[in-house]
């Protein structure tokens, strides 16, 4: 039941994000045709930041409504998700801070590395595409992992 429950919201969560932050980048960005690295790069790490600060803290909020009306019981999460979280903060927003900030960095590594080895950039509708899957798996992510913290961290304060 609880795995249904993390899985529908982390997909929703995922569909959500991987639709709207496309979109928002279009409607800001009429004329564009070429997206340089930089500009990938800025992208992808403020949306890194936004989303996981988002999904954390309005997934939680809706959880804890849930829990609060009896519809979910404190447990879920893999074992090596529960071990890997359990060192994580147990606050949303700084969960989400934490998570965003990180995959922030990862990301912007990785793109000055790919524009050191000549990655100039990407036309805008491969851009809007690799939003589209960036955001949503990220949100997805985010959105199980601050589910599953959320549990640990209830099922906790219940023992």
Do not use: C, K
Not at 23 to 40: E, K
Not at 69 to 94: A, D, Y
Not at 150 to 159: E, R
């Amino acid at each position: 039941m609880e795995g249904a429950y993390i899985w529908r919201a982390a997909l929703v969560a995922a569909i959500v994000n991987g639709v709207l932050n496309p979109t928002v980048a279009l409607i800001g960005s009429t004329g564009i045709h070429f997206v340089s690295v930089a500009l990938f790069t800025l992208d992808l790490v403020v949306s890194s930041v936004a989303v996981s600060l988002f999904v954390s803290v309005f997934g939680a909020r809706r959880l804890r409504h849930e829990l609060r009306s009896g519809h979910r019981t404190p447990h879920g999460g893999t074992e090596w998700e529960r071990n890997l979280l359990e060192r994580l903060p147990t606050r949303p927003w700084e969960f989400g801070l934490l998570l965003g900030a990180t995959v922030a960095l990862v990301t912007a590594v990785v793109l000055t590395l790919l524009g050191l080895l000549g990655f100039s950039g990407s036309t805008f509708a491969t851009f809007g595409a690799s939003t589209a899957v960036y955001t949503g798996a990220l949100a997805f992510v985010a959105m199980r992992w601050t589910i599953v913290r959320q549990l640990m961290a209830t099922a906790g304060a219940l023992t």
